[in-house]
């Protein structure tokens, strides 16, 4: 049997600690995942110092899990990957730092991995990549359509312009009184609920790949006041699944568009917002009759948030094509996917 | 003993590589806080020009605050990673009382003094004994009137030390006289050689997992939460899923 090329991948971009072995890329050994989610709550959001304060306490303790867990040691390994960004400087360097101190000390190669690439390798987990490939990516922080030719190769092809789809969920969820990050519970509710507010589907005509999330956040929240005011009590499940709709029609019909345009053999749906089930049924419902050469790809429900296993499924790529970074790599906090040549941005 | 040497806490950056009591190689550089970029070339640079594998050393000693937070993660996680990873000894040591080991007047008193700006800073009031620096007000985060009016109730010299003295040597003369003494520039820049020596004789820290940075402040978020919910406490803060 042919040796498996192990990974040890550190991910510390946003408010998890996380550190994973992969083997060749698509099976995970361990994917130790430390969340913070509970520290931030009491802020109503992630408070970046925090944040660096806590990967400080975990890491040392991620990384023994992850090979304990694993059940290999530093000999086993043939690579060490990291997030070096987007994300929080303060965050990532803790990451960044840690694995070029194991790298270095155990003589590995380092492979510095864009926290985007490995949402979108979430879903290698399922099964092997076909090119092109058509990736939605929608998280916290981004939400984009990501034109794919081959491994490692991302086009950015679309995105938003005001707010990410997570952040959006993120901001409404206040006004609705949930706890951060409210994506999850406004999701629940959404099924619980029917869409009767007739939110805006803001640039669901515009013939780009755009998106737009502020006017239906806007929408949302002046639809609420203006209830508080004339003491209306509204219907908190409804206007969930009224928020939910809207996110769910933009997301899909632009994804429709971009798909006419540029036929791929799969769709890849991956970022923390993946976890949508509205999103992720209406995709499964749709997709194959409107695009039935089209194979939906969507990331395992358990990596589509941050977690170290998908920097490892991403730096497997890299390490295939020997893209090694040195002891002086540095955290990039606003690290970019290239837009696709004749894209006007 | 084989030691490293590391301190990041503020703009000067220090490495040293030890044996024993011999200083094998050190660099000091004060132009820039890219710690992250520049910190790990020199360590490995230094460790090859004293001719040693990471496995070699036997102990890695770390200037643990209080300072800048970024400077000072960069230099504890490189440290803590380091020690973790092949399992070797770890020590922390005062960032404050390794820059007041430069001064080397037995029975002196030293007061080293880190920028926390707004009119306040990180200061200690140490005494030089047995050749170590010994705490005689321990390290804080202090506004600098309070701290000049604690330095002036000594009534002997006090060596004021580093690099951000200058800016507010004013209030600080104006507190203590004649009784300032400006250390040389050359004694301004913290150096992990004297880092390495102090951390020879010092004891490892017994839960390496738990080591972090001295921040002497709580953030500014977790502050104004407390202040707010005195009795509540949500921890676990961090968990595991
Ligand atoms: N079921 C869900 N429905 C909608 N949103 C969700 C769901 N589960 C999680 N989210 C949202 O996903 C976001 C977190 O995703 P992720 O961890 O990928 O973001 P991030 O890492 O902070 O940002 P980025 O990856 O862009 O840097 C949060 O905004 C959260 O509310
Ligand atoms: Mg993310």
Redesign the pocket.
């Known amino acids: 049997m042919k040796k498996q090329n192990l990974i040890l991948a550190f991910e510390s ?4 600690t996380s550190v994973a072995v992969v083997a060749d890329g698509h099976q995970i050994l361990s994917n130790v995942i430390a969340t913070q989610i509970n520290s931030h709550k009491r802020f109503g959001g ?1 408070v970046p110092e925090v944040a660096s304060r806590h990967h400080i306490e975990q890491i040392t303790i991620c990384i023994e899990s992850a090979l304990e867990e694993a059940n290999v040691t530093y000999d086993d390994l043939d690579a060490v990957a990291v997030t070096y960004g ?2 929080l400087v303060g965050a990532l360097l803790v990451g960044v730092n840690a694995a070029k101190v194991v790298a270095y000390a155990h003589h590995l190669p380092l492979i510095p991995v864009n ?2 690439a490995g ?1 979108i390798y979430a879903a290698r987990f399922v099964k092997p990549f076909e090119f092109p490939l058509m990736a939605l990516l ?5 939400t984009e359509l990501v034109y794919m030719q081959a491994d490692g190769q991302f086009e950015i092809i679309g995105e938003t312009r005001d707010d ?4 959006a ?2 901001k409404i ?1 206040r006004v609705l009184g949930v706890s ?5 519970e ?3 509710m959404a099924h619980a609920g029917i869409d009767t507010f007739n939110f805006p589907r803001a640039m669901i005509d515009e013939d780009n790949f755009d998106f737009s999330f502020s006017g239906l956040k806007s929408a949302f929240i002046n639809t609420v006041h203006h209830a508080d005011q004339i003491g209306a009590t509204l219907d908190k499940n409804d206007l969930a699944a009224s928020f ?1 709709a809207s996110v769910v029609d933009v997301l899909v019909s632009k994804t429709h568009r971009v798909l006419e345009q540029y036929p791929v053999k799969q769709l890849v749906l991956a ?3 993946a ?5 992720r049924e209406r995709l499964q419902k749709d997709l194959p009759t409107a695009f039935p050469n089209t194979e939906l790809l969507l990331a395992p429900l358990k990596l ?3 977690n170290g296993a998908m920097i490892g499924a991403a730096g497997y790529v890299q390490y295939q094509h020997h893209q090694f970074g040195d002891a002086s790599l540095n955290a990039d906090p606003s690290l970019e996917f290239d837009w696709m040549p004749g894209m006007v941005k | 003993m084989k030691l490293l040497a590391i301190d990041t806490s503020n703009r000067p950056l220090s490495v040293a590589v030890l044996a024993d009591q011999q200083i094998l190689a050190t660099t000091t550089t004060n132009v820039g806080r890219n710690h992250s970029s520049t910190l790990l070339p020199i360590v490995e640079r230094a460790m090859t020009q004293s001719g040693l594998e990471p496995t070699d050393l036997d102990r890695i000693v770390v200037a643990a605050g209080p300072g800048s937070y970024t400077g000072l993660r960069i230099g504890v996680t490189t440290a803590k990673t380091l020690a973790f990873t092949l399992n070797k000894e770890l020590v922390g040591i005062s960032s404050l009382a390794a820059l007041a080991a430069n001064v080397v007047t037995e029975g002196q008193l030293v007061a080293p003094l880190f920028d926390a700006r707004r009119d306040n800073a990180f200061a200690g009031l140490y005494r030089i004994q047995n050749q170590r620096p010994v705490a005689v007000i321990e390290d804080q985060h202090v506004s600098v009137a309070k701290w000049a009016a604690k330095l002036a109730t000594y009534n002997e010299p006090i060596v004021l030390i580093g690099t951000d003295v200058q800016k507010y040597v004013e209030p600080l003369r104006a507190a203590l006289g004649d009784r300032l003494i400006r250390a040389r520039p050359q004694l301004d820049l913290p150096q992990a050689g004297v880092l390495g020596l102090l951390g020879q004789t010092a004891t490892p820290v017994a839960n390496l997992h738990a080591f972090v940075p001295n921040y002497l402040r709580l953030t500014q978020a977790e502050h104004d939460w407390q202040a707010k919910h005195p009795e509540k406490d949500h921890a676990p803060y961090v968990e595991k899923i």
């Open positions: 971009s946003c408010d998890e992630v987007p994300g926290h985007m949402h929608v998280s916290g922080g981004h990410a789809a997570g952040e969920y993120d969820g951060y990050p409210a994506g999850k406004i999701d629940q939910q970022g923390g917002v976890a949508n089930q509205g999103l589509c948030g941050d």
